[in-house]
Each structure stands twice: as structure tokens, then as C-alpha cells.
């Protein structure tokens, strides 16, 4: 073969073999495991010493597991500070979260977290506590507040028999299950003209709060027949309260949430009454959402999770 056509030869095969190299599909360096394929997602927390949120925050955390690695799940708390709490979700927007779960530290004041995720295109879903005005189109994951303290005070009213004193302990002011939980209560109570609302005050859903306040009320000398508690760690504290002026059994106890301890307390006798608020569902609610918003896919932008009522009759089907 003459040296000629051996060029030819071998630039015909370099022609060859590149045709084959751009025909053939390119290697990625992106794969499953790579974090350039998950969804990320960052969860700001009012308060991660809340006992409820604990609870909605393990139920997170366990719905998150069941993603696999595809899913990462980022969680900070905001110690229950609204500016924190919005450069919390700042940070997650330039961090480029591809979703935000909030459970807002204070619900008359969230405006400021929905408008830099809308102005960022980054899909937001509330949970837990229901802002103030929220756009029908921002997701919200929860229960509707009011029935807990309509639940809670129609059992208590017919424990009283109708008539008698009643206090309320309030969680946050500024939050919205607060004064939802409030506003149930007064409605059944207004239906009972023998049944008095002598005294409402905040604990901030404290039981070291509930305690003190508890004392507070109890040292006026005022009858007292019934404590309507927003949440149960201030029912808890309250029947601390009662107990240490030897009143255990004489003043009707009432929670929210259905939380161990207060099924605990239910079980010794002490709590008469919570209801069941689904922190895990609450918190795996909001974790699907927000992937499936991260996805593109099409979300309920209203997911409610009913509350059950928790007496002396069911209690042990809740408990663990």
C-alpha cells in the first residue's frame, strides 16, 4: 500500500470514529446521588421547644425518610422572632431551596415571608398555624382552630352541667389558633346562660406559663370550676396549679393536641378532655406538598386535617 493511500486511510477512520464519538449519548455527571438532582427543601420552625412542634417536626422528618435521597431536608428555628424568621426564609430563596415550609412565628405578620417567595418563584407552603389574609393561591397545611375549642368546650359544658365559672388560657395572642381556639370556646359558652367566662389570659402555650398563671387566678379566691386551655402543655402546668392547692378533681381540665403527656395526665386521672390535633399528619402533609410543588405538580392549596376529641372514653386509641 502505497504511503499515500495510507493518509487516506487513516483520516477516513479519524472521520469515522468522530462521527461515532458525536453520535453517541454524551456521559452525565449528574446522578441520583448527586445534590444537583435533589430537592431541597427548607423548613423554618417557630419554636423548636414548642412540645407540638416537636411533634409535627418528627413527623416531617419521618415522612422525609421515606424519600430517599432524592429529598433533603433542611431545618431551622426561629425562636419564635419574626425578623429571624423572614431572613430564615431569605436565606433559603438565595441558598435556592426549590420549596419553603413555614410555620409562622406570628400569623398577622407573614405578608413580608409570602411576598419574597412569590417575587423568587420559590413554591411556599404554610403549616400548622393559618396566616392572616393568605393568598388563596400559597398552600396551607392544618386544622381548622376553631372546631378545637368548640370540641373542647361543648364536652366541658356538659361535664359542668350547664352552668359555672370557666377560664381560658390563651397560647401566643398573635397567633391565629389562639384566638381561633378562644373563639370556639366563647361560641358554645354564649349558647349556656349559666356559664360565665370570668377570666382569659395568655400563657403563650407555656407549661411554666400555665403554671404561674394558674397560681395567679387561684390566689384571687375567685370560683373557678373549668379551665379552657388553648394547648396542652398550659393545661398541663394548670393542673400542676390545681394540685398543689389540693383542687385535683374539682376543677374541670381541658387541652389540645392529644400530645403523650397529656394522654399521660388523662390516664392518672388528671386531664379531663384535649383534642386530637395530628402533628404528624400535619407535618407529612406539608413535606408532600412541598415536594410535589417542587415537582411542578398541582397541590390543594387547603389541606385540612380534622381534630378529634380525646376523653376518658377513646384516650387510649391515641396513645403510642
Known amino acids: 500500500m502505497s504511503f499515500k493511500k495510507s493518509i487516506t486511510l487513516f483520516v477516513s477512520l479519524i472521520v469515522i470514529l468522530s462521527l461515532i464519538a458525536a453520535c453517541a449519548p454524551k456521559a452525565t455527571t449528574e446522578t441520583a446521588d448527586d445534590p444537583v438532582a435533589k430537592i431541597k427543601i427548607g423548613v423554618t420552625i417557630a419554636n423548636f421547644n414548642d412540645t407540638f412542634l416537636t411533634y409535627m417536626t418528627d413527623g416531617m422528618k419521618d415522612y422525609a425518610a421515606t424519600l430517599g435521597a432524592d429529598v433533603e431536608v433542611t431545618y431551622v428555628d426561629a425562636k419564635e422572632d419574626t425578623a429571624t424568621q423572614l431572613s430564615q426564609v431569605e436565606n433559603f430563596i438565595s441558598q435556592g431551596m426549590n420549596a419553603i415550609v413555614v410555620v409562622p412565628v406570628d400569623t398577622a405578620a407573614t405578608d413580608p415571608i409570602t411576598q419574597a417567595a412569590k417575587d423568587a418563584k420559590t413554591p411556599l407552603v ?4 393559618l396566616p392572616a389574609n393568605l393568598p388563596e393561591d400559597v398552600v396551607f397545611v392544618g386544622s381548622n382552630s376553631i372546631d378545637a375549642g368548640i370540641f373542647q368546650m361543648e364536652y366541658i359544658a356538659e361535664k359542668l352541667g350547664g352552668k359555672g365559672n370557666v377560664v381560658i388560657m390563651m397560647g401566643k395572642l398573635d397567633n391565629e389558633a389562639a384566638i381561633q381556639r378562644t373563639a370556639g370556646v366563647e361560641q358554645v359558652a354564649a349558647k349556656y346562660p349559666d356559664i360565665k367566662i370570668t377570666k382569659k389570659d ?119
Not at 126 to 129: L, M, S, T
Request: charge should be negative; glycine fraction near 10%.
Open 202 to 320: 395568655t400563657a403563650n402555650w407555656s407549661r411554666p406559663e400555665g403554671l404561674t398563671l394558674m397560681e395567679n387566678w387561684l390566689s384571687t379566691g375567685d370560683q373557678i370550676d373549668a379551665v379552657c386551655s388553648n394547648n396542652d402543655d398550659m393545661a398541663l402546668g394548670a393542673i400542676q396549679a390545681i394540685e398543689a392547692a389540693g383542687l385535683l378533681g374539682k376543677i374541670i381540665v381541658g387541652g389540645t393536641d392529644a400530645t403523650p403527656d397529656a394522654l399521660a395526665a388523662m390516664d392518672e386521672g388528671k386531664l379531663d378532655v384535649t383534642v386530637f390535633q395530628d402533628a404528624a399528619g400535619q407535618g407529612s402533609g406539608a413535606i408532600k406538598a412541598a415536594v410535589g410543588l417542587a415537582k411542578g405538580e398541582t397541590v390543594e392549596t387547603r389541606v385540612w386535617i380534622p381534630y378529634v376529641l380525646v376523653t376518658p372514653d377513646n384516650y387510649k386509641d391515641f396513645m403510642k
Open 126 to 129: 404554610y403549616v400548622n398555624r
